[in-house]
Structures are given as C-alpha cells and as structure tokens.
Nanobody, 129 residues
Framework: QVQLVESEGGLVQAGGSLRLSCAASVHTFSRYAMGWFRRAPGKDPDVVAA????????YYPDSVKGRFTTSRDNAKNTVYLQMNSLKPEDPAVYYC??????????????????????WGQGTQVTVSE
C-alpha cells in the first residue's frame, strides 16, 4: 500500500490555473504508474490524467487534453497535475492514485480506477464563473 498525500485544491476563476501535487510514501516510486481522477457529486470517478512510472508516457481524455498536464519527479516521490483554462465543468474532488507497474512495464499507464490500489484523500477544486 502506498500512502498518498495531496496538496490542497481551491477556488479558481474560470479560465484560471491550479496545480495539484501528490506526495507518495514508498521506497521505489518509479515502480508505480500514477493517475489523477475526479469525482463530481453522484458520479463515478473519471480519469483526467495518467502517467507511467518512468514519466515518459502520459494519457489525457479529450475533456482535458490541451488543458491539463501531469508530470512526476521520481527523486521527490511526487506527481503533479497542472490544470489550465479551468472550465465550469471541471469542479470535482480530485484524487491521485498509484498502481504498481507490471515487470518491465515502466512505460505503461492505467486509466481504469480498478487498476489502482492506493488513493489519496481527495481535494476539492471549485471553479467560479
């Protein structure tokens, strides 16, 4: 089990930016693919970004492509989510999650919540119009 601690979210105006970070307590962070999910009230969590253990491969759904960027610093055991051009449909509780990569799978990412075994506490992101 990986302990994940997310930074605080916040209130941002539409069109604004916000960066989330997620620090992992684990010995070999690079062995874990990381994902960012969001859950709006009454809905299932949706992936908004995923990154491989090496950091060399990323995934974004169309809803955030070109606006959100994920990156990681394996030396600091931290993954980031940079959110730009925030829209009124982006508010949700945002979670980071960790999934142990398969052997030799450091270029793989995962996009299903069921692939992830460890989750952060979640942080609220609110966008004002």
């Amino acid at each position: 089990q990986v302990q994940l601690v997310e930074s605080e979210g916040g209130l941002v105006q539409a069109g604004g930016s916000l960066r989330l970070s997620c620090a992992a307590s684990v010995h070999t962070f690079s062995r874990y693919a990381m994902g960012w999910f969001r859950r709006a009230p009454g809905k299932d969590p949706d992936v908004v970004a995923a990154i491989s253990g090496s950091g060399g491969t990323t995934y974004y759904p169309d809803s955030v492509k070109g606006r959100f960027t994920t990156s990681r610093d394996n030396a600091k055991n931290t993954v980031y989510l940079q959110m730009n051009s925030l829209k009124p449909e982006d508010p949700a509780v945002y979670y980071c999650a960790a999934a142990e990569s398969r052997p030799y799978g450091d270029s793989e990412y995962y996009i299903s919540p069921s692939d992830y075994g460890s989750w952060g506490q979640g942080t609220q992101v609110t966008v004002s119009e």
